[in-house]
């Protein structure tokens, strides 16, 4: 795995075949998680998977599509023409660098933007193989409770399961609120979260452990490496006239 440690020496002698660019978010997470929790899981998930496929880790972004969150202290937020320009311009620099694969791995479920830069890219330059792995590959099942598929939408079991393993000095475990509100999660669409739970907070994040956030990270980095394999192999032997 090639990171910013490299020279262009390195890189140019040693060119990956694969970047890995990874998006995340700053946003409120209830009292209990901080506010760079899901730039945090972006981070780590985005090094596991660039180690595993060799490949050259470029760093997350921290900033995407949090307006969902309203105007709470620590959330910040942008538009949604100017990330997709943001991802757009990193993946072309990455591509212009003489790298062609290119794997987002998007750890903020309000980016809806990014699919369209992504298909837009790939018709553009004939030549590029751009995928993002959705987050549905890795099962809850096994791992978390078992209404988790439905309950876990923000700041609940999943995610500070992650925390707790991954940053545990950060988690506040006497702040904890479990509250799963009675409308469908497409409120999010058209609300602020603090409208639809004054906690901040859509899950049950009193039972996140440390051990959940080990196994779900470890099959999630197994799941997206597998699933990127593939993907390219299937990329690379349809080339489009």
């Given amino acids: 795995?090639?990171?910013?440690?490299?020279?262009?020496?390195?890189?140019?002698?040693?060119?990956?075949?694969?970047?890995?660019?990874?998006?995340?978010?700053?946003?409120?997470?209830?009292?209990?998680?901080?506010?760079?929790?899901?730039?945090?899981?972006?981070?780590?998930?985005?090094?596991?998977?660039a180690e595993k496929l060799d490949a050259f880790l470029v760093p997350a972004l921290p900033f995407s599509l949090s307006q969902c969150h309203g105007p709470t202290p620590g959330t910040v937020w942008l538009k949604p023409l100017t990330l997709a320009q943001v991802v757009e311009d990193v993946i072309v620099s990455?591509?212009?660098?003489?790298?062609?694969?290119?794997?987002?791995?998007?750890?903020?479920?309000?980016?809806?933007?990014?699919?369209?830069?992504?298909?837009?890219?790939?018709?553009?330059?004939?030549?590029i193989y751009i995928v993002m792995p959705p987050e549905s590959l890795a099962s809850y099942k096994g791992i978390f409770s078992d209404d988790a598929p439905q309950v876990e939408v923000h700041a609940g079991e999943v995610e500070t399961s992650l925390q707790l393993?991954?940053?545990p000095e950060c988690v506040r475990k006497d702040r904890v609120?479990?509250?799963?509100?009675?409308?469908?999660?497409?409120?999010?669409?058209?609300?602020?979260?603090?409208?639809?739970?004054?906690?901040?907070?859509?899950?049950?994040?009193?039972?996140?452990?440390?051990?959940?956030?080990?196994?779900y990270l470890e099959r999630l980095v197994d799941a997206y490496v597998n699933y990127v394999r593939e993907a390219l192999d299937f990329w690379r032997s349809r080339r489009r006239p």
């Fill in 1 to 49: 795995m090639n990171n910013l440690t490299a020279t262009y020496r390195d890189l140019q002698d040693r060119l990956p075949e694969v970047a890995v660019f990874g998006v995340g978010a700053i946003e409120q997470h209830g009292a209990h998680l901080p506010v760079g929790t899901d730039w945090i899981i972006a981070c780590e998930l985005s090094r596991r998977v």
């Fill in 165 to 167: 393993f991954l940053n």
């Fill in 94 to 127: 990455v591509y212009q660098g003489g790298i062609r694969n290119i794997v987002v791995i998007n750890c903020h479920g309000g980016n809806f933007i990014l699919l369209d830069v992504i298909e837009r890219l790939n018709r553009r330059f004939e030549d």
């Fill in 177 to 215: 609120v479990d509250h799963v509100p009675t409308v469908g999660r497409e409120f999010m669409d058209y609300a602020f979260l603090k409208q639809i739970s004054p906690a901040g907070v859509w899950g049950r994040p009193s039972r996140g452990t440390v051990s959940k956030g080990r196994q």
